[in-house]
């Protein structure tokens, strides 16, 4: 593959769409489409961030018998979707400050430890540049009702059975699908 240029196209509020032009190893001319967070992307360099854009919040209560699990109307998909909790870092925001505001937005619930932060991984590779951080930990508190009208949020804390049971029913997120089929199966 030869790089050969990137073009921006349509920004939006919080993406904004580009071509990436490059050229095949036999020659061809190739267009690729992409979004991205970062809506300033001139040079191939730039397309490989170094930051996390936003947070996956992978949340089990104090004793790890539960995990919590947001049912979301995505938009995208034009219908309800299981997911981790997650969100944007914000400016000036390290991962685990995001994580526990986007907790506490879109459930209600404290942060109460951190287990772990999983380095950098990316959201959607085949469209998008945008990366996560996953921050692993525990939770606690009364489920409350997402505090944005711009979000649909069902947040509830399921066993290892109710998950085997949603993954048979339910539409999830891929990371979010991955990582409930190996805790369910432990």
């Given at each position: 593959m030869k790089y050969m240029g990137i073009t921006k196209g349509d920004e939006g509020k919080f993406i904004t769409r580009y071509d990436i032009h490059y050229q095949t190893e036999d020659g061809q001319d190739k267009n690729y489409e992409i979004i991205s967070r970062n809506n300033n992307i001139s040079t191939y360099e730039e397309l490989h961030g170094d930051k996390p854009d936003?947070?996956?919040?992978?949340?089990?209560?104090?004793?790890?018998?539960?995990?919590?699990?947001?049912?979301?109307?995505?938009?995208?998909?034009?219908?309800?979707?299981?997911?981790?909790?997650?969100?944007?870092?914000?400016?000036?925001?390290?991962?685990?400050?995001?994580?526990?505001?986007?907790?506490?937005?879109?459930?209600?619930?404290?942060?109460?430890?951190?287990?772990?932060?999983?380095?950098?991984?990316?959201?959607?590779?085949?469209?998008?540049?945008?990366?996560?951080?996953?921050?692993?930990g525990k939770c606690e508190g009364e489920i409350q009702q997402s505090d944005s009208s711009f979000e649909e949020i069902e947040a509830a804390w399921y066993t290892k059975e109710d998950v085997r049971e949603l993954l048979k029913t339910e539409r999830f997120a891929a990371r979010t699908q991955a990582y409930c089929y190996m805790w369910s199966r432990n």
């Open positions: 936003a947070v996956v919040l992978i949340m089990t209560n104090a004793d790890g018998s539960k995990i919590l699990l947001n049912r979301e109307f995505r938009m995208a998909a034009g219908m309800w979707v299981m997911n981790f909790p997650a969100g944007l870092i914000d400016p000036g925001e390290d991962a685990r400050t995001a994580a526990a505001r986007e907790l506490r937005e879109e459930t209600g619930l404290e942060l109460i430890s951190v287990e772990d932060i999983i380095g950098l991984s990316y959201s959607a590779v085949g469209f998008s540049n945008e990366m996560n951080v996953c921050v692993v």
